[in-house]
């Protein structure tokens, strides 16, 4: 059977990457292959560039350069690790995909959804998820969130005017708008355990779903 991509998508301290990271638990012992990943990132090359996007003293990187950088790192990150991945039958947790882009440089940058979505489609060749969970909310509270947790990495897009994350979050709704069939929004505005449980039945269904359609 083949595999399956997953992306995860949200604001800044939304709180996903620590849900992705327990249903990877889940799925591990439930003898499912599950394999974890992340934007920029996941691989070395990408790793690299992700030092240079998110370097907090980059303050002066223009908004195409910063677009075009996210663009080469998930070209590399998709290559060399989630295709492979995916032939292989494995189920793919992506922490962001190619929406971030569209809601930070696209909408939030003022580049433009659809100019930025044209350099990403070179990038991936039109390779979309199979399902993106989208965890919703105020930046406010986010915000409040990074502040009180001190293991979190404390990068560039986090020294932004809370006002580019209002844009932020009005770019991911844009571009949920376009494909609503292919997104499951959670409320992250609950505690960690009934965002856990709601994620965690969503992916199950997601899952079921996949299985279903491929043994017929």
Known sequence: MKGLFITAEGPEGA??????HMLVKHLEKEGQKVIYTRE???IKIAEQIRSV?????????????????????RRQHLVEKVLPAINEGYIVLCDRFLDSSLAYQGYARGLGIEEVLSVNQFAIENLMPTKTIYFDLEPEIGFNRIKKNLDREINRLDLEELDF??????????????????????????????????????LESIISTHVTSTSL
């Open 40 to 42: 920029p990132g996941g």
């Open 53 to 73: 996007i998110l370097n907090p003293d980059h303050t002066e990187m223009d908004g195409r350069t910063e677009a075009l950088l996210y663009a080469a790192a």
């Open 165 to 202: 994350h209002h844009k932020v979050r009005e770019g991911y709704q844009l571009v949920i708008d376009r494909e609503p069939e292919r997104f499951v929004t959670i409320n992250a505005d609950q505690t960690i355990e009934q965002v856990y449980s709601e994620t965690l039945h969503a």
């Open 15 to 20: 709180g996903k990457t620590t849900i992705i």
